[in-house]
């Protein structure tokens, strides 16, 4: 399977957001947990 530079970087970019997506909604619902433990 061979794939064409301008291919492979665009499946990059979309991995690497896929991946910062993912670690910002981790952050937030570490945040918002710890809120919530803190107040209760």
Do not use: K
């Amino acid at each position: 399977m061979t794939m064409t530079p301008d291919a492979r970087d665009r499946l990059v970019r979309r991995v690497i957001a896929t991946v910062m997506v993912l670690l910002f909604v981790a952050i937030a619902g570490m945040l918002a947990l710890g809120v919530a433990f803190w107040r209760s």
